[in-house]
């Protein structure tokens, strides 16, 4: 039990390390969404917005490097192209969503996944813990 509490704790402690680095790169309004006790896909979703596609590449770009030096591997490859404005990054007990504001907007998986808790949020770079 006390091995699976470090292992929630050093999750956490990389999903707000990572949300961090989004706001700090770049990404807007970045949120880390805890929805484990309401979803069985993942434990950790991490939102983040961008306000045209070539920042969304540079987002893309950095968040690659991010997620490498936070020993953070994505499970599958990513979803879905650049080109669409959305792009996914799969890495297991986290999924980080890089979207262009309209499609946030449209799809506000924030909304969605209302019953999971806020571990973190930002505001066109102000960031919160």
């Avoid at 990404?27 to 006790?37: D, F, H, K, P």
């Avoid at 499970?75 to 669409?84: C, E, F, L, P, T």
Wanted: net charge negative; charged share 25%.
């Amino acid at each position: 039990m006390v091995d699976e509490i470090q292992t929630m704790e050093q999750r956490k402690a990389q999903v707000l390390a990572l949300a961090h680095r989004i706001a700090d790169e770049g990404g807007e309004r970045t949120v880390a969404l805890q929805i484990g006790a309401v979803s069985t896909v993942t434990d950790y979703f991490v939102i983040t917005g961008a306000r045209s596609h070539a920042h969304l590449h540079g987002l893309v770009r950095r968040l690659r490097d991010a997620l490498a030096e936070l020993d953070l591997e994505p499970a599958r490859s990513q979803k879905r192209g650049d080109d669409s404005g959305w792009v996914l990054f799969d890495c297991g007990f986290v999924v980080v969503h890089v979207m262009l504001a309209e499609l946030r907007e449209f799809y506000d998986l924030e909304r969605l996944w209302l019953d999971g808790e806020v571990v973190f949020q930002s505001t066109n770079g102000t960031n919160s813990p």
